[in-house]
């Protein structure tokens, strides 16, 4: 395999829309510790956004084309992703962050979604929450599902019913989601959330219609950040440290581009940082 050692740049294409991306404490916390790792080698990320997946293929067809970038870092992995087999044929070094199923072999680090939401659940349960909503993110992609089984698989052995609705990371669509899961009956007396911006967005709507955060339902957020700490209450949160996954990724792209083979890494682990918006479930509720 030819390694490639000359500074230069990593690049790394997003496609949701640039408004959210800029308010999405996780990739910023994720590119900066890209960028620590790299840094010592000379290297940069480039971090591009685009519209949809067609413009992301695309990017990587002129990066290979015109040698922007030595190598990219995929993330939002989905079911059946064409990005990884497409990237090996432009012959584009890749390091995928997430679980890959795919036929090509490949530099990949990834986190316990799965044993996190196990805990999350098992944290709402020893609470007596025996109704618990979830706000996901958007179930193409393989970590959504990874957490819904884990979530629905801990529901069903402890006895909880789970209740899962989908949504698309904004604050928007946080809001919307934990209205909807509440209106339902029984209504969960727990709602996790896939993101800190609808976790927090939500809990914003809920207590200014009144709804008491936690006597009346306990909320969680799935990745800490300061908008959990400055949330009013303050968020409970599963908490990754998202520098340190990027310094993973990092340290995984400069070992793709020294000549390593594939090989699996393991990231960060996943905590509960306990606060303010998680408690017993209403009286009468619990078992």
């Known amino acids: 395999m030819q390694t490639t050692t000359a500074p230069g740049l990593i690049g790394l294409v997003l496609t949701e829309n640039a408004a959210r991306v800029g308010v999405e404490p996780f990739f910023m916390e994720l590119i900066a510790g890209m960028e620590e ?9 480039l971090l591009l956004v685009v519209p949809d997946l067609d413009a992301e293929l695309a990017t ?8 922007t ?7 939002n992995l989905v079911h059946d992703d064409a990005r990884p087999a497409r990237l090996a044929a432009l012959g584009l070094p890749a390091v995928l962050a997430g679980h890959y199923a795919g036929p090509v072999a490949s530099t990949g680090l990834h986190t316990d979604d799965a044993g ?4 999350a659940v098992n944290l709402l349960g020893s609470l007596g929450h025996r109704v618990v909503g979830r706000v996901s993110g958007p179930s193409d992609l393989v970590h959504t599902a990874e957490r819904s089984a884990a979530m629905l698989a801990a529901g069903a052995h ?9 949504a698309d990371y904004s604050a928007e669509s946080g809001v919307r989601g934990a209205r909807e899961l509440l209106a339902r009956q029984p209504a969960p007396t727990a709602i996790l959330f896939d993101n800190d911006v609808m976790a927090a967005a939500a809990e914003e709507d809920l207590v200014r219609s009144g709804i008491r955060v936690p006597e009346q339902v ?3 957020a799935y990745a800490d950040s300061a908008l959990c700490e400055l949330a009013v209450p ?13 310094v993973g990724l990092g340290r995984a792209v400069l070992g793709v581009l020294a000549g390593a083979p594939p090989a699996d890494h ?9 606060r303010d918006s998680t408690g017993p479930a209403p009286a009468g509720e619990g078992a």
Do not use: C, F, N
């Not at 970038?69 to 993330?75: D, E, P, Q, T």
């Not at 996190?116 to 805990?119: E, Q, R």
């Not at 393991?266 to 306990?274: D, N, Q």
């Open 37 to 45: 790792a790299l840094a010592p080698a000379g290297d940069s990320m």
């Open 60 to 67: 990587y067809e002129r990066w290979a084309s015109d040698g």
């Open 69 to 75: 970038v030595k190598a990219v870092v995929v993330v």
């Open 116 to 119: 996190a939401i196990v805990a």
């Open 158 to 166: 402890l006895g909880i019913q789970v209740h899962v609705v989908e």
């Open 218 to 220: 306990s909320l969680l």
């Open 234 to 246: 303050p968020l409970s949160a599963l908490s990754i440290d998202a520098h340190e996954q990027g």
């Open 266 to 274: 393991s990231g960060p682990p996943i905590r509960i940082t306990p």
